[in-house]
């Protein structure tokens, strides 16, 4: 009895453990964390006013809620991963555009 009890536990901590792996996406949040700051710097400085900073904050905010569904089944594919990091990289164009122009 005891022995059952204990593998089950066991296996639930590895299927948690797993299911966890599946869906971090740390490169992504990293990210995420590194334009937020770029673009309350831009404000800060200057570079942008406010309605370019709501524009990129709203760009972000639609990033953020691709990467919630992807994470909404328990795993993010590869196919996601890949198509959030596309919308990053375009996201960090137009940061680069507004604080420039």
Known sequence: MKYTKLILV?????????ANAQTE?????HTQKKERKRIKQGVASGELNKAEARRLR?????IARM??????D????KAERRRIKKE???ASRHIVREKHD
Do not use: C, M, Y
């Open 25 to 29: 996406t740390p490169a992504i949040n």
């Open 74 to 77: 328990g795993t993010v594919t």
């Open 67 to 72: 990467e919630q569904h992807a994470k909404a």
């Open 58 to 62: 709203k760009e972000q905010r639609r």
């Open 10 to 18: 066991a296996l639930f901590v590895v299927v948690t453990f797993t």
């Open 88 to 90: 990053q990289r375009a």
